[in-house]
């Protein structure tokens, strides 16, 4: 069982516990696709990552070295009605990053409460889905979304790709596409 406490993930399929060094989202320019997992054929309008590492390595430079370096937790968000009221929070900090280089950091926040109730999930050996794509993760897919709104979807739209005194461009469609397996094995948690 995957078992999630401030900043520490542990179990499932990882050994001891790795410590969150970051979150991030990649979305799309609409709700039909952004995401950079594919689960049977369905896209969903945005991916957040957060981003662990395991401290027997001594620092993130190192872990980034190891095939058992890093774990991601990847969660779906899925545009509805009813969102999940704990994205507020992460949500509203962006007002603090619109523009390039900014970033927001957050003290005394637990991030298992972005998790949805299902703790059902997918897991493979893979890469890092930006350069240079180390290959020392160790991913984790939550099988159930969490729903965000349409404001809060065009909320992360808002942001721009562009410094504060540079013109404004937005950010949006920083997903990759899904890679080829290439012999990778992807297992569940459930049947």
Known sequence: ???????VLRGGPVQGAYRLRQLHFHWGSSDDHGSEHII????HAAEL?????????????GALKQRDGVAVVG??????????????????????????GKEAPFHHFDPSILFP?????????GSFTTPPCEECITWILLREPVVVSPDQMAKLRSLSMNAENEPFCPLVDNWRPPQPLKGRVVRASFK
């Open 1 to 7: 069982m995957l078992m999630f406490s401030i900043a």
């Open 40 to 43: 049977d054929g369905v896209k």
């Open 49 to 61: 990552h957060m981003v662990h590492w395991n401290p027997k390595h001594g620092n993130f430079a």
């Open 75 to 100: 969660i779906f968000l899925q545009i509805g009605n009813t969102p999940k009221p704990e994205m507020k929070r992460i949500l509203e900090e962006i007002d603090k990053i619109k523009t390039k």
């Open 117 to 125: 109730k299902s703790r059902d999930y997918w897991t493979y050996e």
